[in-house]
C-alpha cells in the first residue's frame, strides 16, 4: 500500500458495468521526501478505482495489484488500483 495524492478525475464515455457507483481518480504516490516536503520530484501519475468520494488535494491509501480487487470478492472486478482509505492526517517520526 502506498500514500498519494489526487490531482484530478478521469470521465469515462463508457466503463465496465462491473464498476458502476465509482469513479476513477488520477493520484500521484507521495515519496517520503513528498510527505516530509524536502524535495518537489513527482513520481508516474496513476489511475486509481475510487469508491468513497476522494476530491482534488487529499492523501489516499492505494493498494494495487491484485490486492487492489480483494474488496471485491467473490465478484472479481477489472482493477489494477484501488483507493483504500482517505488520510485526514499523516504523521511521520523520523529516527535520530
Known amino acids: ?3 498519494g495524492k ?3 478525475r478521469v470521465t469515462l464515455v463508457r466503463s ?3 464498476l458502476a457507483g465509482g469513479s476513477y481518480r ?3 504516490p507521495q515519496l517520503l521526501a513528498n ?3 524536502t524535495s518537489q520530484t513527482m513520481a508516474e501519475e496513476l489511475v486509481v478505482y475510487d469508491e ?3 476530491a482534488d488535494g487529499m492523501h489516499i491509501a492505494i493498494t494495487e495489484g491484485p490486492e487492489a480487487a480483494q474488496p471485491f ?3 472479481t ?3 489494477d488500483a484501488y483507493n483504500a482509505a482517505i488520510l485526514d492526517h499523516i504523521e511521520i517520526k523520523t529516527m535520530q
Open 16 to 18: 465496465h458495468p462491473l
Open 26 to 28: 488520477l493520484a500521484v
Open 52 to 54: 468513497l468520494g476522494a
Open 1 to 3: 500500500m502506498r500514500i
Open 6 to 8: 489526487t490531482i484530478g
Open 35 to 37: 510527505l516530509l516536503c
Open 77 to 79: 472486478k477489472p482493477i
Open 73 to 75: 470478492h467473490p465478484e
